[in-house]
């Protein structure tokens, strides 16, 4: 039996290259290479793409974790075989790593709640190994949980449903909620899971006696390491305790003790370590206006596409080659993120339109037409100058007649200046 005793909750992005090396560190906290890596597939397990989310969560964790993932299957109790109930129990047990993530918090709690599952994650918290849990799987850790499309999509009103309270595990009493900084919304608040702010306030209120909110930024990790009794926040945001409005910020880099943690959670003191130095708790009198943060694969799009424009500006095929592999690379990295949106169809038409742009360059000719011809231009403007040097003004613009019509404009300085030129768009293009 492993001796760390570690639970992960993953705001986001657990299958996204940004939470690759928290899975890979913690598996060798584990055990390493001998280490057993289970995923449990109940929080997807109605939607009709389940088998495909299994493949591209195996595929990931083989490919970017370099660790074999297997499946402790556990879609739908009611239809499930007594064999198969035994058999992901059995996984469960023997399993090192524990990875469940994205689908219905709700659904989850439907299926779980009457089976060996809460049992086996709390003994693994108890006893040794790793539970990581995301997104729709780590809500269902708190003493309450949050039925986040009933009330989003469907309309209903406010409400908590009970949670596993798998976080007393740690001596904490409080409602996780995963996607804390989601910005999806654009012009509406989604943020704390797409409830925003108003129904934030209202959840708040609706809390059992002495719980608060732990929040997780998306592609963010809140490590608790209950053997060490050591906190730690990973990633590219941040974690958030929060107290009747009033939130203590965690950033990225964070290392706390875990009773300082629940010190935070319960509203007392820190001890005589006290709050540790950068965070510092904000009370909200008005509710912020939702970030325009910009997802990170989104992000990394950007920048290989204004790399793609800034070669194009050079002409620059070897520099436009470099952008559009970086992007195919880019694409292939993030194959087995589960995105709620467009992402994936918007990274694959920058794709198109880089490769569109690349190949009219082709068309044109990669080499700047006025470097082909400059030569010729100017040893015929320096005869020009010549001849009105001479004041030969008639063979002069005979010269210069002779350049429009090849559909280069020639432009004449003052007394004393050169004279310029350019190319005509007709002679530019061809």
Not at 14 to 40: C, K, N, Q
Not at 362 to 377: F, I, N, Q, S, Y
């Amino acid at each position: 039996m492993t001796a760390v005793r570690i639970l992960c909750v993953m705001g986001s992005g657990e299958t996204a290259p940004t939470m690759a090396p928290v899975h890979r560190e913690l598996i060798e906290r584990v055990g390493g290479d001998g280490a057993r890596a289970v995923l449990l597939d109940t929080p997807f397990g109605f939607q009709e793409n389940a088998d495909e989310l299994v493949a591209k969560a195996q595929e990931h964790f083989q490919r970017s974790i370099g660790h074999p993932l297997e499946l402790a299957s556990l879609r739908r109790v009611e239809t499930s075989s007594e064999v198969e109930r035994e058999a992901a129990y059995s996984r469960i047990h023997d399993a090192d790593y524990i990875f469940s993530g994205p689908g219905s918090p709700s659904y989850t709690l439907r299926q779980w709640r009457e089976t060996e599952i809460p049992g086996l994650l709390r003994q693994k918290l108890e006893r040794g190994g790793c539970v990581t849990l995301a997104s729709a799987a780590a809500i269902t850790l708190g003493v309450v949980s949050l039925p986040v499309y009933e009330i989003y999509k469907v309309g209903e009103p406010v409400h908590w449903l009970e949670g596993l309270d798998l976080l007393s595990t740690a001596g904490i009493r409080a409602a996780l909620i995963t996607h804390w900084d989601n910005a999806e919304g654009g012009t509406h608040d989604t943020r704390f899971c797409y409830m925003g702010e108003g129904r934030l306030t209202q959840l708040e209120s609706l809390l059992p006696d002495g719980a608060a909110v732990l929040g997780v930024d998306e592609h963010t990790a809140l490590i608790v390491d209950l053997g060490a009794g050591r906190v730690e926040v990973r990633g590219r945001g941040r974690a958030v305790v929060r107290r009747h409005g009033a939130e203590t910020s965690l950033p990225a880099g964070t290392e706390v003790s875990l009773a300082e943690l629940q010190a935070m959670l319960a509203g007392t003191t820190a001890g005589a370590s006290g709050t540790p130095a950068g965070i510092a708790a904000e009370r909200l009198e008005q509710p912020p206006e939702p970030s325009a943060r910009e997802e990170p694969f989104l992000a990394l799009l950007g920048e290989r596409g204004d790399e793609f424009d800034r070669a194009r500006d050079r002409r620059d095929v070897e520099g436009m080659v470099a952008a559009i592999l970086a992007v195919e690379s880019t694409l292939a990295e993030w194959s087995t993120e589960t995105f709620s949106g467009d992402e994936r169809e918007r990274g694959r038409s920058l794709l198109r339109r880089m490769v569109t742009r690349l190949g009219e360059l082709a068309t044109e000719g990669a080499v700047d037409p006025r470097e082909r011809v400059a030569p010729l231009v100017e040893a015929i403007l320096a005869l020009r100058r010549q001849f009105r040097a001479e004041r030969r003004f008639e063979d002069a613009d005979r010269l210069r007649d002779l350049l429009t019509g090849c559909g280069i404009e020639v432009r004449d300085g003052r007394q004393g200046e050169g004279s310029g030129w350019e190319l005509s768009g007709m002679a530019a293009a061809g």
